[in-house]
């Protein structure tokens, strides 16, 4: 039986819909080498959600085995359509998850271009409005538009989660401005989903305003998979503590880090 996972609190909780959560780092389930690898990583990162892509489980097959049973406990299962092309499909992937058991709280994904695997804005923003009239609590993957997050919150999103840089690519997070922008704009948590290659990436994300990230191929695809897991925790929790320190002001100019008052000014002399 996999281990309970201990919540990460150092950053502060933060809500989604009506979950509570202490960990401001989101992990997903796909492209490790083992299921046991998988488990062994989603607990050193402290993490308390846990995306799943409803066509990797077997709903219509509960007696094979399942990732599902490598979940730790005391971690929320956050199912995603991913695979989905149009918001049709999106909406009928969330039915199917949430009849299987698997809860009303969904992370959206509607994919427009196949070679970049790029969000399609227009069929995001109707699933959206569709799965929020159906009761789903919707976590949106979108792209880094302020425009089209305020028009998604608008719409009942629970969570804007604008892609750092494309997915699995690593690259980090390309236009931290927009992540900024959308979050003067929009009153639900913003999640920065996709690209983040290291812990650097993860802190960049937060100090540009993010409420969490969320993290799968670095994490997965790591040489260690477990060491990076934590090297992420710590570096989001880092992250949220400097923020909430307040940074110091940036300055065109040098200023001396010694105090100046009192001091003798010019050569020493004999």
Not at 37 to 45: E, G, K, P, T
Not at 118 to 141: H, I, K, N, S
Request: proline letters at 7%; one cysteine or more.
């Amino acid at each position: 039986m996999a281990s309970e996972v201990s919540p990460v609190s150092a950053a502060g909780e933060w809500r989604v819909g009506g979950q509570v959560l202490g960990s401001r780092l989101i992990v997903g389930t796909g492209k490790y080498a083992t299921w046991d690898v998988m488990r062994d990583a989603i607990l050193a990162s402290g993490t308390q959600l846990v995306t799943v892509a409803v066509r990797r489980v077997n709903i219509d097959r509960p007696d094979e085995p399942s990732l599902l049973q490598y979940i730790p406990e005391g971690v929320t299962l956050l199912p995603n359509t991913a695979g989905a092309y149009t918001a049709e499909e999106a909406v009928l992937t969330a039915r199917l998850a949430r009849a299987a058991g698997l809860g009303s709280l969904v992370k959206l994904e509607v994919i427009g271009d196949p070679d970049l695997l790029w969000p399609d804005p227009v069929a995001t923003y109707e699933a959206t409005r569709q799965l929020v009239d159906e009761g789903f609590t919707v976590m949106v993957y979108t792209t880094p538009d302020p425009v089209l997050a305020r028009r998604l919150a608008e719409a009942g999103a629970a969570a804007i989660m604008p892609l750092g840089s494309p997915i699995g690519s690593g690259q980090g997070v390309l236009d931290a401005s927009a992540v900024a922008f959308i979050k003067e704009r929009v009153s639900v948590p913003v999640v920065v989903d996709a690209g983040i290659g290291s812990p650097g990436d993860a802190v960049l994300a937060v100090e540009a305003g993010a409420d969490a990230v969320l993290i799968n191929t670095a994490i997965a695809q790591a040489a260690n998979p477990i060491q990076m897991a934590q090297a992420m925790r710590l570096g989001v929790e880092a992250a949220f503590l400097g923020r909430a320190a307040g940074r110091m002001p940036r300055r065109e100019r040098a200023a001396a880090s010694s105090p100046t008052l009192g001091v003798v000014q010019g050569p020493c002399k004999p």
